[in-house]
Protein backbone atom coordinates (compact mmCIF):
# COMPACT_ATOMS: atom_id res chain seq x y z
CA UNK A 1 0.00 0.00 0.00
CA UNK A 2 1.26 3.12 -0.70
CA UNK A 3 0.95 6.49 1.22
CA UNK A 4 0.08 9.78 -0.37
CA UNK A 5 1.82 12.29 2.04
CA UNK A 6 0.73 16.45 1.74
CA UNK A 7 4.66 17.10 1.71
CA UNK A 8 7.35 16.14 3.82
CA UNK A 9 9.91 19.07 4.64
CA UNK A 10 13.02 19.79 7.99
CA UNK A 11 10.16 20.67 10.09
CA UNK A 12 8.23 17.33 9.38
CA UNK A 13 7.59 15.94 12.87
CA UNK A 14 8.74 12.15 13.15
CA UNK A 15 6.98 9.74 14.52
CA UNK A 16 7.39 5.88 14.35
CA UNK A 17 7.01 2.32 16.00
CA UNK A 18 9.61 0.28 17.93
CA UNK A 19 10.10 -2.91 18.22
CA UNK A 20 11.54 -6.40 16.67
CA UNK A 21 11.46 -8.36 14.65
CA UNK A 22 8.68 -5.65 13.90
CA UNK A 23 7.44 -8.14 11.16
CA UNK A 24 4.17 -7.52 11.57
CA UNK A 25 3.16 -4.27 12.04
CA UNK A 26 -0.41 -2.04 11.23
CA UNK A 27 0.34 1.04 12.96
CA UNK A 28 1.86 3.33 9.98
CA UNK A 29 -1.38 2.12 8.27
CA UNK A 30 -2.92 3.78 10.33
CA UNK A 31 -0.90 6.78 11.52
CA UNK A 32 0.05 7.77 7.71
CA UNK A 33 -3.41 8.32 6.61
CA UNK A 34 -4.75 9.48 9.59
CA UNK A 35 -2.02 12.88 9.36
CA UNK A 36 -2.23 13.70 5.72
CA UNK A 37 -6.51 13.13 6.63
CA UNK A 38 -6.12 15.51 9.83
CA UNK A 39 -3.43 17.76 7.77
CA UNK A 40 -0.62 17.30 10.76
CA UNK A 41 2.91 17.83 9.06
CA UNK A 42 4.08 14.41 10.42
CA UNK A 43 5.05 10.58 9.21
CA UNK A 44 4.98 7.75 11.21
CA UNK A 45 7.94 5.07 10.49
CA UNK A 46 8.40 1.62 11.75
CA UNK A 47 12.17 1.10 13.48
CA UNK A 48 13.03 -2.60 13.76
CA UNK A 49 15.82 -2.22 16.43
CA UNK A 50 17.70 -5.11 18.07
CA UNK A 51 18.77 -2.76 20.82
CA UNK A 52 16.35 -0.60 22.83
CA UNK A 53 19.36 2.20 23.87
CA UNK A 54 20.83 2.28 20.23
CA UNK A 55 17.27 3.25 18.77
CA UNK A 56 16.88 5.33 21.80
CA UNK A 57 20.25 7.30 21.05
CA UNK A 58 18.61 8.09 17.29
CA UNK A 59 15.40 9.11 18.60
CA UNK A 60 17.56 11.98 20.39
CA UNK A 61 19.80 12.37 17.03
CA UNK A 62 16.39 13.01 14.58
CA UNK A 63 14.46 14.11 17.25
CA UNK A 64 11.92 12.12 17.36
CA UNK A 65 8.46 13.52 18.92
CA UNK A 66 6.99 9.45 19.81
CA UNK A 67 6.54 6.74 19.55
CA UNK A 68 4.23 3.08 19.98
CA UNK A 69 6.77 0.66 21.53
CA UNK A 70 6.03 -3.21 21.05
CA UNK A 71 7.43 -6.38 21.72
CA UNK A 72 10.01 -6.72 23.01
CA UNK A 73 10.51 -3.44 24.89
CA UNK A 74 7.10 -3.18 26.49
CA UNK A 75 9.01 -3.47 29.78
CA UNK A 76 12.18 -2.68 28.94
CA UNK A 77 11.18 1.12 28.20
CA UNK A 78 10.39 1.97 31.09
CA UNK A 79 13.81 2.64 33.43
CA UNK A 80 14.20 5.38 30.55
CA UNK A 81 10.94 7.60 31.62
CA UNK A 82 11.15 10.63 33.28
CA UNK A 83 7.17 10.10 34.29
CA UNK A 84 5.02 7.27 34.01
CA UNK A 85 1.26 7.01 33.68
CA UNK A 86 -0.67 4.99 36.66
CA UNK A 87 -1.65 2.61 34.12
CA UNK A 88 2.04 1.96 33.18
CA UNK A 89 3.07 1.32 36.90
CA UNK A 90 -0.08 -1.00 37.90
CA UNK A 91 0.54 -2.57 34.42
CA UNK A 92 3.77 -2.65 34.83
CA UNK A 93 4.46 -2.07 30.48
CA UNK A 94 4.79 0.94 28.81
CA UNK A 95 3.28 0.98 25.13
CA UNK A 96 3.94 4.50 24.02
CA UNK A 97 6.18 7.49 24.33
CA UNK A 98 5.91 10.95 24.08
CA UNK A 99 8.82 13.47 23.83
CA UNK A 100 8.66 16.61 26.37
CA UNK A 101 11.70 18.79 27.28
CA UNK A 102 12.87 16.78 30.14
CA UNK A 103 12.94 13.45 28.57
CA UNK A 104 10.33 10.86 27.91
CA UNK A 105 6.93 10.26 29.39
CA UNK A 106 5.72 6.87 29.13
CA UNK A 107 2.13 5.77 29.02
CA UNK A 108 -0.16 2.83 28.19
CA UNK A 109 -2.96 2.69 25.75
CA UNK A 110 -3.47 -1.28 25.22
CA UNK A 111 -5.98 -1.40 28.30
CA UNK A 112 -8.15 1.36 27.13
CA UNK A 113 -8.18 -0.05 23.37
CA UNK A 114 -8.84 -3.47 24.63
CA UNK A 115 -12.16 -2.38 26.87
CA UNK A 116 -13.69 -0.15 24.00
CA UNK A 117 -13.05 -2.77 21.48
CA UNK A 118 -14.38 -5.53 23.78
CA UNK A 119 -17.33 -3.28 25.32
CA UNK A 120 -18.36 -2.40 21.51
CA UNK A 121 -18.29 -6.42 20.78
CA UNK A 122 -20.41 -7.64 23.34
CA UNK A 123 -22.39 -4.43 23.48
CA UNK A 124 -22.42 -3.40 26.96
CA UNK A 125 -21.42 -0.64 29.04
CA UNK A 126 -19.53 -2.77 31.35
CA UNK A 127 -19.24 -6.93 32.51
CA UNK A 128 -20.71 -7.15 35.62
CA UNK A 129 -22.14 -10.21 35.92
CA UNK A 130 -19.85 -11.62 33.10
CA UNK A 131 -17.62 -14.20 33.45
CA UNK A 132 -14.64 -14.00 31.22
CA UNK A 133 -11.33 -16.48 30.65
CA UNK A 134 -8.21 -15.05 30.04
CA UNK A 135 -5.62 -17.18 28.21
CA UNK A 136 -1.90 -16.37 28.87
CA UNK A 137 -0.23 -14.39 31.83
CA UNK A 138 2.06 -12.02 29.62
CA UNK A 139 2.13 -7.83 29.34
CA UNK A 140 -1.16 -8.52 26.87
CA UNK A 141 -2.95 -10.61 30.01
CA UNK A 142 -1.85 -8.08 32.53
CA UNK A 143 -3.74 -5.01 31.18
CA UNK A 144 -6.23 -7.04 29.77
CA UNK A 145 -6.60 -8.40 33.15
CA UNK A 146 -6.45 -5.54 34.96
CA UNK A 147 -9.67 -4.40 32.45
CA UNK A 148 -11.93 -6.78 33.30
CA UNK A 149 -11.74 -6.25 37.14
CA UNK A 150 -12.13 -2.74 36.71
CA UNK A 151 -15.27 -3.44 34.30
CA UNK A 152 -16.61 -5.53 36.88
CA UNK A 153 -15.96 -8.83 35.32
CA UNK A 154 -15.31 -12.15 36.88
CA UNK A 155 -12.08 -14.12 35.53
CA UNK A 156 -10.53 -17.13 35.31
CA UNK A 157 -6.47 -16.78 33.82
CA UNK A 158 -4.85 -19.73 32.12
CA UNK A 159 -1.30 -20.32 31.01
CA UNK A 160 0.56 -23.07 30.08
CA UNK A 161 3.01 -21.43 33.05
CA UNK A 162 0.67 -22.01 36.17
CA UNK A 163 2.53 -19.95 38.56
CA UNK A 164 2.26 -16.85 36.28
CA UNK A 165 -1.27 -17.45 35.99
CA UNK A 166 -1.38 -17.66 39.49
CA UNK A 167 0.55 -14.38 40.35
CA UNK A 168 -1.92 -12.44 38.00
CA UNK A 169 -4.99 -13.98 39.05
CA UNK A 170 -4.31 -13.35 42.79
CA UNK A 171 -4.00 -9.48 42.32
CA UNK A 172 -7.81 -9.33 41.29
CA UNK A 173 -9.41 -12.51 43.23
CA UNK A 174 -9.49 -14.49 39.86
CA UNK A 175 -9.44 -18.34 39.62
CA UNK A 176 -6.42 -20.22 37.71
CA UNK A 177 -5.11 -22.95 35.97
CA UNK A 178 -3.14 -24.01 33.01
CA UNK A 179 -3.73 -25.09 29.55
CA UNK A 180 -4.49 -28.56 30.73
CA UNK A 181 -7.21 -30.82 30.82
CA UNK A 182 -7.55 -29.21 34.17
CA UNK A 183 -7.28 -25.64 34.03
CA UNK A 184 -9.73 -26.33 30.52
CA UNK A 185 -12.42 -28.05 33.13
CA UNK A 186 -12.71 -24.98 34.86
CA UNK A 187 -13.47 -22.87 31.68
CA UNK A 188 -17.22 -24.49 32.49
CA UNK A 189 -18.19 -21.37 34.57
CA UNK A 190 -16.03 -18.93 32.95
CA UNK A 191 -17.03 -19.26 29.75
CA UNK A 192 -19.20 -16.27 28.94
CA UNK A 193 -16.32 -14.15 27.11
CA UNK A 194 -13.15 -15.67 26.47
CA UNK A 195 -9.85 -13.69 25.25
CA UNK A 196 -6.92 -15.19 23.90
CA UNK A 197 -3.93 -12.71 24.59
CA UNK A 198 -0.91 -15.15 23.66
CA UNK A 199 0.36 -15.30 20.64
CA UNK A 200 0.02 -18.54 19.95
CA UNK A 201 -1.70 -19.25 16.41
CA UNK A 202 -0.08 -15.79 14.80
CA UNK A 203 1.38 -16.15 11.62
CA UNK A 204 3.34 -18.01 10.57
CA UNK A 205 2.33 -20.63 12.68
CA UNK A 206 -1.13 -20.62 11.89
CA UNK A 207 -2.26 -23.89 13.24
CA UNK A 208 -1.03 -23.61 16.56
CA UNK A 209 -4.42 -23.78 19.13
CA UNK A 210 -3.35 -22.55 22.96
CA UNK A 211 -6.93 -23.92 23.80
CA UNK A 212 -7.02 -26.89 21.72
CA UNK A 213 -8.15 -29.11 24.67
CA UNK A 214 -11.57 -26.88 24.81
CA UNK A 215 -14.83 -27.58 22.55
CA UNK A 216 -16.81 -24.63 22.05
CA UNK A 217 -20.51 -24.74 22.80
CA UNK A 218 -21.07 -22.15 20.90
CA UNK A 219 -22.65 -19.39 23.34
CA UNK A 220 -19.22 -18.35 23.91
CA UNK A 221 -18.00 -14.71 22.80
CA UNK A 222 -14.50 -15.13 21.80
CA UNK A 223 -12.01 -11.96 21.37
CA UNK A 224 -8.12 -12.88 20.30
CA UNK A 225 -6.03 -10.18 20.26
CA UNK A 226 -4.01 -11.56 17.36
CA UNK A 227 -4.84 -10.13 13.64
CA UNK A 228 -2.29 -11.15 11.39
CA UNK A 229 -3.74 -14.08 10.65
CA UNK A 230 -7.19 -12.47 10.30
CA UNK A 231 -8.74 -15.51 11.62
CA UNK A 232 -6.62 -17.77 14.16
CA UNK A 233 -7.40 -21.40 14.32
CA UNK A 234 -9.19 -20.70 17.66
CA UNK A 235 -10.89 -18.02 16.15
CA UNK A 236 -11.98 -20.31 13.43
CA UNK A 237 -12.97 -23.39 15.51
CA UNK A 238 -15.08 -20.98 17.63
CA UNK A 239 -16.63 -19.38 14.72
CA UNK A 240 -17.69 -23.01 13.25
CA UNK A 241 -19.07 -24.04 16.41
CA UNK A 242 -21.58 -20.82 16.44
CA UNK A 243 -20.12 -18.63 18.70
CA UNK A 244 -19.62 -14.63 17.81
CA UNK A 245 -15.88 -13.82 17.36
CA UNK A 246 -13.73 -10.95 17.09
CA UNK A 247 -10.08 -10.36 16.39
CA UNK A 248 -7.30 -7.88 17.59
CA UNK A 249 -7.62 -5.50 15.12
CA UNK A 250 -10.28 -3.49 15.88
CA UNK A 251 -8.60 -3.49 19.58
CA UNK A 252 -5.24 -1.65 18.01
CA UNK A 253 -7.28 0.68 15.85
CA UNK A 254 -8.95 1.80 19.60
CA UNK A 255 -5.55 1.74 21.04
CA UNK A 256 -3.72 3.80 18.36
CA UNK A 257 -6.43 6.63 18.67
CA UNK A 258 -5.54 6.99 22.47
CA UNK A 259 -1.66 7.24 21.48
CA UNK A 260 -2.83 10.10 18.39
CA UNK A 261 -4.41 11.75 21.22
CA UNK A 262 -1.11 11.33 23.56
CA UNK A 263 1.10 12.54 20.24
CA UNK A 264 -1.21 15.11 19.21
CA UNK A 265 -2.44 16.71 22.78
CA UNK A 266 -5.72 16.35 20.64
CA UNK A 267 -8.58 14.69 21.08
CA UNK A 268 -9.65 12.05 17.99
CA UNK A 269 -12.97 11.37 17.91
CA UNK A 270 -14.20 8.29 16.04
CA UNK A 271 -15.65 9.61 13.57
CA UNK A 272 -12.16 10.77 12.35
CA UNK A 273 -11.73 7.16 12.22
CA UNK A 274 -14.61 5.74 10.56
CA UNK A 275 -14.06 9.08 8.01
CA UNK A 276 -10.45 7.24 7.36
CA UNK A 277 -12.43 4.24 6.19
CA UNK A 278 -9.44 1.39 7.17
P1 LIG B 1 3.06 -10.37 25.62
O1 LIG B 1 3.60 -9.06 26.09
O2 LIG B 1 2.78 -10.42 24.15
O3 LIG B 1 1.89 -10.84 26.42
P2 LIG B 1 4.87 -12.14 27.02
O4 LIG B 1 4.86 -11.26 28.21
O5 LIG B 1 6.17 -12.72 26.58
O6 LIG B 1 4.28 -11.40 25.76
O7 LIG B 1 3.80 -13.30 27.26
C1 LIG B 1 3.66 -14.33 26.35
C2 LIG B 1 2.44 -15.16 26.73
O8 LIG B 1 2.25 -16.15 25.71
C3 LIG B 1 2.61 -15.93 28.02
O9 LIG B 1 1.35 -16.12 28.62
C4 LIG B 1 3.18 -17.26 27.52
O10 LIG B 1 3.01 -18.36 28.38
P3 LIG B 1 4.16 -18.71 29.49
O11 LIG B 1 3.94 -17.75 30.63
O12 LIG B 1 3.89 -20.11 29.84
O13 LIG B 1 5.48 -18.51 28.80
C5 LIG B 1 2.36 -17.46 26.28
N1 LIG B 1 2.98 -18.38 25.34
C6 LIG B 1 4.02 -18.13 24.51
N2 LIG B 1 4.30 -19.21 23.76
C7 LIG B 1 3.42 -20.19 24.13
C8 LIG B 1 3.17 -21.54 23.70
N3 LIG B 1 3.89 -22.10 22.73
N4 LIG B 1 2.15 -22.21 24.29
C9 LIG B 1 1.39 -21.63 25.25
N5 LIG B 1 1.58 -20.37 25.69
C10 LIG B 1 2.57 -19.65 25.14
Known amino acids: KLYRFR??????????????PLTVTSSPEFFNPLFTQEKVDAVYVPFPADSLNSFLRLAEEIQLEGASVTIPY???????????????????????????????????????????????????????????TIIGAGGAARAIAAEVY????????????????????????????????????????????IIQTTSVGMMPD??????????????????????????????????DAGCSIINGYDMLIQQAKYQYNLFMGADLDNQIIQKLNL
Not at 7 to 20: D, E, L, P, R, S
Not at 111 to 116: M, P, V
Not at 216 to 221: A, L, Q, T, W, Y
Request: glycine share 12%; aromatic share 10%.
Open 7 to 20: KITGNTKVYGVVGY
Open 150 to 193: RLKGGGLILNRTVYRAKDLAQRYGFAWGGLDNHGIGLMDRYSHI
Open 74 to 132: KEEVIPHLISRSEKVDYIGACNTIVRSPRGWMGYNTDARGFSDSLLKFIGRKNLFGKRV
Open 206 to 239: VDADPLELYNFSGKEMVMDIIYRPEKTKLLSRAE
